[in-house]
């Protein structure tokens, strides 16, 4: 799912250590692709597709991730908000059907068929969480949504802090150990941990503007408000807060030893204790967002794929795929999503 997991952390345990093109699959028809999720050997690609006799503009499409051999694709009939996120044998797609009106989709991974739909009436940005069998949509109007994955039957919805101006939740819920953290962009801003089971409110902190994240893991809950990260305890105490000069909206990657977040033409990783432990900065190069691999930490720019050691930040190696797309890191392969329509997998062989 997005972020990897449902505590967002984009780490993986390990990915290829001299990664060449294994295959590239070119898909018909289409002009973008976007974030994928991978599961059980499989990947689960959402497109923009261009077509004079297509219905619907979007689709997701399935390819066998050892091959890139495309298995089917299923119409989309709203625009999808990133990667699906898959659990067993189900697939779900959040969308935008109107400005502010949004859907949940379940389909099954077998064929695509589509299994249920749930129509929210608030505008969704964020891509599903799923933790435990359950389904989690925050929206705009500070609404979140918990679902089952198997039928998308509503097993709670509330409305956070409504009555006292509300928020605006427009990333993706975090979750980790049966609670669930939420960053609010507007109304009353913060930090917001709830019930994973039931809703309840369990915990808030007041932050500026939350514009990415929460990232959840054993070490600390973390939010970007623009060009400062802070770290919260999993019981809501503040740990510290870092600033980062020209850090954008980009999702930031944690490991048991540092955060890493991508910063115009750096990257940035700051230990535990909030201290800066090493920068790395590419000459004439743009980065984008980081992935945690075993003891590297993978960052597409501009022009390369490059691979850092996660303790030192210098540089293991480096390869050139086109495109600019986020790349999906599993201990066989790499796979990157490209400009032109296209994806790639890189491996050892």
Known sequence: MSGRNPGHTRRAASGPTDPKTVWQTDLSQVRATGTPAISAGHLYLPVDAISDTARHRYRIHALRAATGEERWQVPLRSEPNGPPAVRGDHIVVTAKRAL????????????????????????????????????????????????????????????????????????????????????????????????????EKEWVESTRTVTGGPVAHPEGVVVQSHQ??????????????????????????????????????????????????????????????????????????????VALSRATGDERWSTTPGGAGRVIVTPEAIFSPESDGSVVALGES
């Open 100 to 199: 502010e009106k949004g859907r949940i989709i379940g389909f099954q991974t077998r064929y695509g068929d589509e299994d249920w739909l749930v129509d929210i009436d608030a505008r969704l940005t964020a891509p599903p969480t799923i933790a435990d069998g359950v389904v989690y949509v925050p929206d705009w109007s500070g609404r979140v949504h918990a679902l089952s994955v198997g039928d998308g039957s509503v097993r709670w919805s509330h409305n956070v802090d409504a009555e006292a101006g509300g928020r605006t939740f427009t990333e993706p819920v975090a979750v980790l150990d049966g609670t669930l953290y939420l960053g609010s962009r507007s109304g009353k801003t913060g930090l917001v941990a709830l019930d994973a089971t039931t809703g």
């Open 228 to 305: 400062l990260v802070t770290a919260f305890d999993t019981d809501g105490t503040r740990q510290w807060s870092f600033n980062i000069p020209d850090a954008g909206v980009q999702q930031i990657a944690v490991d048991s030893q540092h955060l890493y977040v991508s910063a115009g033409d750096t990257v940035q990783a700051i230990d535990w204790n909030g201290e800066d432990a090493w920068t790395y900065e590419p000459p004439g190069e743009r980065v984008g967002i980081p992935t945690v691999a075993g003891e590297t930490v993978l960052i597409r720019s501009e022009k390369r794929l």
